[in-house]
Nanobody, 123 residues
Framework: QVQLGESGGGLVQAGGSLRLSCAASGRTFSGAFMAWFRQAPGKDREFVAGVSSSNSNTYYADSVKGRFTISRDSAKNTVYLQMSSLKPEDTAVYYC????????????????WGQGTQVTVSS
């Protein structure tokens, strides 16, 4: 059974940092595109960042560019999201997604999703 498990969320003050992790089990995702999405209360789930299989290509939403960094450790079957200079508007549930077969910003293109981890940024 394939599972994606997010961790690292929590409560942080504005300007602070958090590092999210997404550990995959059940199969290797070393050859798959992986990404982070987020969903704030009352809003649609949106793309945050994505990384290609080789770590050579990364993609970011304009709202997080320069503040967030996505990376992966294929040996550990894990993808990370380092978040810095956090803002209250970054408050959301963050989801890990794996194995996109289409546009990386398109939710239905992903075959696997985690359960999410809450990130709350206080002002």
């Amino acid at each position: 059974q394939v599972q994606l498990g997010e961790s690292g969320g929590g409560l942080v003050q504005a300007g602070g940092s958090l590092r999210l992790s997404c550990a995959a089990s059940g199969r290797t995702f070393s050859g798959a595109f992986m990404a982070w999405f987020r969903q704030a209360p009352g809003k649609d789930r949106e793309f945050v960042a994505g990384v290609s299989s080789s770590n050579s290509n990364t993609y970011y939403a304009d709202s997080v560019k320069g503040r967030f960094t996505i990376s992966r450790d294929s040996a550990k079957n894990t993808v990370y999201l380092q978040m810095s200079s956090l803002k209250p508007e970054d408050t959301a549930v963050y989801y890990c997604a794996a194995d996109s077969t289409g546009s990386y910003v398109y939710l239905p293109s992903y075959a696997y999703w985690g359960q999410g981890t809450q990130v709350t940024v206080s002002s």
